[in-house]
């Protein structure tokens, strides 16, 4: 790990993480999915699945696909590993009504979790990709269907809506109207902006100008209208384009083809397809090369970058393949595989992932937090379960959950372990069997009051330091700080004297 003009902690190894996600819990997905298809993967294990009118029980290296508008119910038991890859009912163009098993090639694996990274996180390929999960659903189905649904390509960009609500409120209005050429200058008058402040925070807040985020916007709508088999120039006279040469330009660097392969997807009204005939095979050519042998040439996994972003709430993210370049404010770092950081809410980050390797988030949380947002924090994961860190993302970002847990609890875990290896001077070792283990002094309780500071309760703060009981919390507190956590928070409300 290398790093420049920034002190960046590389500790190992890091938290432990082995009671975040119980091995002996039982997770259970519940969804009527209408907006949605849905991959569900068996990385270990195995699950019974529900979907309409089947159950199955999908087995290690198999996968489920679920078209959308199906009701789901999934039970992982303890100690398997289930991957959801949750797909836009606009990105697929689906021929069977029912859901159907597949076989996932060891080959296929890493792409695979690559592929569930982008659907859950800012990565996106720095090139087009050699293949997609059309072509996992054509050579691998079960049943041999010949005629295999279609995953249209992701886009390269990812829409993030704005926090602030005059910005948020602009941005909803132009996904209501997203033909309409109101210049920014005119938005900055509406929302109350200069033009000069309206494009930084709209720029910190998306990582896009808003130039750049309205003609993404546009490109994305045209794409669900080609999905729903409108013509390509009736797409772009929609989103607002004048040119049909000049968005067919823009359709390709956002997707990667052009927007009459895209359409070629989709099958004509009443024309259908006949069995073994690719999708794309209409004028336009096809959309993908169907390889009918991917299980002996699984698809090669290129690199992946997200843009510069600056993320309101804490990330931290972990290199489960592979290395990858990151930039945290003006630090740069060299991650390689096993190896995680922390990347604090407020600050510019950028991620490259090496071709062939897969990032993930692992768990994330808004502010206030108990570390110092001026250090960035980079540790080594080498030592854990590899499927209980899936897991621990599977929770936390996806609907598949273990029964009973708390999505904040890998969170917390970082957090008290962080704070209590930074170095505390001046204060006497813990004393209290009932709170957390804390080897470097009161690490916890110093950075207690910036939470309680925060305006979070005194029972709130102690569970997060890992106090079983608010009482224990108290006394601990008083000892550190000299009064009670009740006390502390009412000399700094406002107008209060920090002193006083």
């Not at 420049?4 to 190992?12: H, M, N």
């Not at 990330?315 to 489960?320: G, H, Q, S």
């Not at 370049?325 to 809410?345: K, Q, S």
């Not at 502010?367 to 540790?379: I, K, N, Q, W, Y």
Request: proline share 10%; with cysteine.
């Amino acid at each position: 790990m290398v790093s420049t003009t920034q002190t960046v902690s590389f500790l190992a190894p890091g938290p432990d993480l082995s009671g975040v996600v119980p091995r002996d819990a039982t997770s259970t997905l519940e969804h009527d999915l209408r907006e949605w298809h849905l991959l569900v993967w068996l990385w270990s294990g195995a699950a019974e699945v529900e979907a309409g009118r089947r159950t199955l029980t999908v087995d290690a290296g198999q996968a489920m696909w679920i078209p959308a508008g199906t009701p789901v119910r999934a039970v992982v038991p303890p100690g398997s590993v289930c991957i959801p890859l949750a797909v836009p009912r606009h990105e697929a163009v689906v021929g069977a009504r029912d859901a159907y098993v597949v076989d996932v090639p060891e080959g296929w694996r890493p792409w695979l979790l690559a592929q569930f990274s982008m659907r859950i996180s800012p990565l996106r390929p720095v090139d087009p990709l050699d293949q997609d999960l059309t072509g996992l659903l054509a050579a691998n189905a079960r049943d041999g269907r010949g005629a295999p649904d279609v995953v249209l390509p992701m886009p390269r960009t990812q829409l993030r809506q704005p926090d602030d609500p005059a910005l948020l409120a602009m941005a909803l209005a132009l996904g209501d109207n997203v033909a309409e050429a109101t210049t920014v200058g005119e938005w900055a008058r509406r929302t109350g902006f200069s033009e000069r402040s309206l494009q930084r925070a709209f720029r910190d807040q998306t990582a896009l100008t808003f130039r750049e985020w309205r003609a993404v916007l546009r490109l994305h709508r045209a794409a669900a209208h080609l999905a729903a088999g409108l013509p390509v120039g009736v797409a772009a006279h929609r989103v607002g384009y004048s040119s049909t040469s000049g968005f067919a330009r823009a359709f390709r660097t956002e997707f990667g083809v052009m927007p009459s392969a895209y359409a070629a997807c989709v099958p004509t009204e009443g024309a259908g397809r006949s069995p073994g005939t690719a999708p794309g095979s209409r004028a336009g050519g096809p959309l993908v090369d169907l390889r009918t042998d991917a299980a002996a040439s699984p698809p090669v996994l290129g690199a992946s970058a997200t843009p510069p972003l600056v993320n309101n709430f804490h990330v931290v993210i972990w290199m489960a393949h592979g290395g990858a370049r990151v930039e945290v404010g003006d630090a740069v770092l060299r991650l390689e595989e096993g190896d995680a950081v922390w990347l604090p809410a407020w600050r510019h980050n950028r991620v490259e992932v090496d071709a062939g390797g897969v990032m993930l988030p692992l768990f994330h949380a808004p502010p206030p937090t108990l570390l110092d947002l001026d250090a960035v924090v980079a540790f080594s994961l080498a030592g854990e379960d590899p499927e209980a860190l899936l897991r621990a993302v599977v929770g936390q970002y996806t609907s598949l959950r273990p029964d009973g847990w708390d999505e904040r609890s890998g969170w917390w875990a970082f957090e008290r372990w962080r704070a209590a290896s930074t170095p505390r001077t001046g204060h006497p070792g813990p004393s209290d069997p009932s709170g957390p283990s804390d080897p470097s002094g009161r690490g916890l309780l110093d950075a207690a009051p910036r939470l309680l500071a925060a305006g979070m309760s005194a029972g709130h703060v102690a569970a997060r330091l890992g106090y079983r009981h608010p009482s224990s919390f108290t006394r601990a507190f008083r000892r550190v700080h000299g009064r009670p956590p009740r006390d502390y928070v009412a000399r700094r409300r406002p107008g209060a004297t920090p002193g006083g």
